[in-house]
């Protein structure tokens, strides 16, 4: 890299420690930085320094300002079923369909044993603990991504809350509304013919 001056190699070495983000890529925000104004810069560094008030739910492992997040304190959640998500991030995506009204409980990643991922550093005992002190609870919705990864954890996790006599489900799987058949690959055209449903 050219030499810059040292609080631009500074953003950019900070900026290279997100996902996807590679030292071109950081560069140039170090630039768009540099293009903003300093009353825009700061109010950047004060919402990101503003970070340090999130906390996790203790109940589900949710990002919140509060030691128990909204969801877990809505009384009128149903309290049957649970729905198990990779990362906090998926709660919002599932909210946003307005379909679902249950609990959450948030995995805080997948199994993956190369990168360090395994059971014990998930909270897959914290699950385990939550359906055997809920009994009420009747259902878990695994709702994690169709990947290796994802579907390694799924059954996992289900053969897990099988042993507590839970039901454990997936989300459906197939083709979306829009897809081109032609296009399709075949394990989303083979979920979809088994997954197929009456008109």
Do not use: W
Not at 11 to 16: G, P, R, S
Not at 25 to 46: H, I, K
Not at 50 to 57: E, F, N, Y
Not at 62 to 71: G, K, R, V
């Amino acid at each position: 890299m050219r030499k810059f001056p040292a609080p631009i190699h500074n953003v950019v070495a900070a900026m290279t420690r997100f996902p996807g983000v590679g030292p071109k890529t950081a560069l140039r925000y170090a630039f768009a930085l540099l293009s903003m104004r300093q009353d825009e810069r700061e109010r950047m560094a004060r919402a990101i320094v503003d970070l340090s008030h999130v906390q996790t739910c203790k109940e589900c492992f949710a990002y919140t300002e509060e030691p128990i997040c909204s969801i877990c304190r809505d009384d009128k959640r149903a309290k049957n079923i649970l729905c198990v998500v990779s990362e906090s991030r998926d709660i919002s995506t599932i909210e946003a369909a307005n379909v679902y009204h249950g609990k959450y409980l948030v995995l805080g990643g997948v199994l993956n044993p190369i990168e360090g991922q395994t059971p014990d550093v998930l909270h897959v005992k914290e699950l385990i603990v939550r359906l055997s002190e809920h009994p009420e609870i009747k259902e878990v919705i695994l709702a994690f991504s169709p990947d290796v990864h994802g579907e390694t954890t799924m059954m996992y996790l289900a053969r897990k809350i099988k042993e507590l006599d839970r039901r454990a489900t997936r989300l459906a799987r197939g083709l979306p509304i829009g897809a081109d058949l032609e296009y399709t690959d075949e394990v989303t055209l083979g979920d979809a013919l088994i997954g197929r449903s009456e008109m």
